[in-house]
């Protein structure tokens, strides 16, 4: 028998999801549209999301999606991080480089957890909380990989010097968790047997995934 639901929670779910892949933003009209509810339904549901800043209207009367959803955002990266750091952990021991969580936002890569190794001699320190571009360095780049079809032929991204001179990174994405944009990687300042890596780096990606599902 199937579970009992909200169906006003259920549209209202939808409202932020409709919301969120419009970045220029809907008018109600347009939002009950594509939810293909009525028009009045869609304006107390709109109502009640925008008194929870879920929701804000611009000058032009245009719908998007509030700054609310910021604050529920950051409250899942502490259980992010906590979830990733014993595969970090395990990752950076196993192969003697610094290895990092990096998720998107925005047009960035964000540094989520980072986990340097115990018994090198040297490592990269790479800051958690570090940004840059998604289209620049390693970690970014399999963030973006992860957003098309998987190819067994590239299953990770490999870069150097893009965001350090002679820092080389390797990165694969996290793939299979529904709305989550985000990288297993690792950067060292030594040789990449990429060979040997790779597979290990791809592998921590989906043991990363398998503990957020």
């Known amino acids: ?100 969580l990096t998720v998107a936002d925005g047009e960035e890569a964000l540094a989520l957890a980072v986990v340097e190794p115990s018994w090198t001699d040297f490592h990269v320190s790479y800051r958690i909380g570090s940004r840059h571009p998604l289209r620049q360095g390693a970690a970014g780049k399999a963030i973006l990989l992860g957003r098309a079809p998987r190819d067994p032929a590239h299953p990770y991204e490999i870069t150097e010097g893009e965001l350090q001179p002679g820092a080389r990174g390797l990165a694969a994405p996290v793939r299979g968790v529904e709305g989550l944009d985000a990288s297993v990687g690792i950067v060292t300042l030594g040789p990449l047997d990429v060979e040997a890596i790779g597979p290990v780096v791809a592998a921590a990606a989906a043991e990363v995934a398998a503990a957020v599902r």
Not at 1 to 23: F, N
Not at 71 to 90: C, E, G, I, K, T
């Open 1 to 100: 028998m199937p579970a009992e639901t909200s169906q006003t929670l259920d549209r209202g779910l939808r409202v932020l999801d409709v919301l969120a892949s419009a970045p220029g933003g809907l008018t109600v009209t347009e939002l009950s549209v594509r939810l293909q509810v009525n028009r009045t339904v869609v304006y107390r549901l709109v109502s009640t999301l925008e008194q929870h800043a879920l929701v804000r209207k611009d000058a032009r009367g245009r719908l998007h999606v509030g700054l609310g959803v910021l604050h529920l955002a950051s409250a899942v990266q502490p259980v992010l991080r906590d979830l990733a750091v014993p595969v970090l952990r395990r990752l950076a021991e196993q192969v003697g480089c610094t290895a990092h």
